[in-house]
């Protein structure tokens, strides 16, 4: 029985005297025309609503997230947007002190950044010689979080990295720090994230590649430079893959 029922719905598959797809070749090119807009549609909903890939190109969140760090980003949380019509869905919840958020960065919206929440909306935010301060509570460094430049705090023009505030986060907004606190581009020195620039929820390093400053350079405009790097990346493939990384949950 079962292999009448695969010849029944071979019979009905082929044409009756050719042995060829009914509909000839047309038919068959368009439903794999059919299949990969399906599918290619499906990856755009996924990547722009749900997860996206980033790579972590600076040490700002050290030791949390290192360079060369690639992460995936759950989009649906915070309330994900739609390109083209313009909506948002409704969000889960918003953005709270602890998450590790990318957003778009307010001074370029067409860059993303990814820093730790630290502070939101009504809440108030200081930074008296290094440490940090929300309402009044201090807030110790995240696990992996650190300071590059140990105790000596910094005077002049740079005083808002260990200085700053106190500050109270507009309604809607969101502060934000980097784990790297004396190498960190964030909130002390741009303002605050609008809530319409959260873009999503860093969730888990699914690849991590380490850097080697002996690795050789490369540019399209030069195929020897460009088989060169994939000569050497090859050959040191497991020596530069973290394979500690790979899985690590973001907290």
């Not at 090119?29 to 972590?56: D, G, Q």
């Not at 709270?96 to 939101?120: E, L, M, Q, T």
């Amino acid at each position: 029985m079962a292999n009448g029922g695969i010849m029944t719905k071979r019979s009905r598959e082929l044409s009756p005297g050719g042995g060829r797809p009914a509909g000839g070749p047309m038919h068959v090119i368009w439903e794999y025309a059919k299949s990969l807009a399906i599918a290619f549609l499906l990856a755009i909903v996924i990547k722009t609503s749900i997860v996206e890939a980033y790579k972590i190109p600076s040490g700002s969140m050290e030791d949390t997230l290192l360079v060369g760090d690639f992460l995936l980003a759950n989009k649906f949380l915070y309330g994900s947007h739609l390109p083209l019509v313009n909506y948002r869905f409704p969000a889960i919840r918003d953005p709270k002190p602890g998450d590790v958020v990318i957003f778009k960065f307010p001074n370029d919206p067409s860059v993303n950044y990814i820093k730790r929440c630290v502070a939101v909306g009504g809440q108030t935010v200081e930074v008296r010689n290094k440490r940090l301060y929300v309402d009044g509570e201090f807030v110790p460094l995240p696990a992996n979080g650190k300071f590059t430049n140990g105790e000596r705090v910094e005077p002049g023009a740079r005083s808002a990295r260990d200085n700053f505030g106190p500050y109270k986060v507009p309604e809607g907004n969101f502060f934000m720090m980097g784990d790297n606190r004396d190498n960190s581009y964030d909130s002390r020195f741009w303002g605050t994230v609008p809530r319409d620039l959260v873009q999503g929820k860093a969730m888990v390093i699914h690849w991590s590649w380490g850097t080697d400053e002996k690795a050789p350079s490369w540019s399209w405009r030069d195929p020897l430079s460009v088989g060169q790097a994939f000569l050497y990346n090859a050959a040191h493939f497991f020596g530069r893959v973290r394979w500690n990384r790979l899985g690590d949950v973001i907290r």
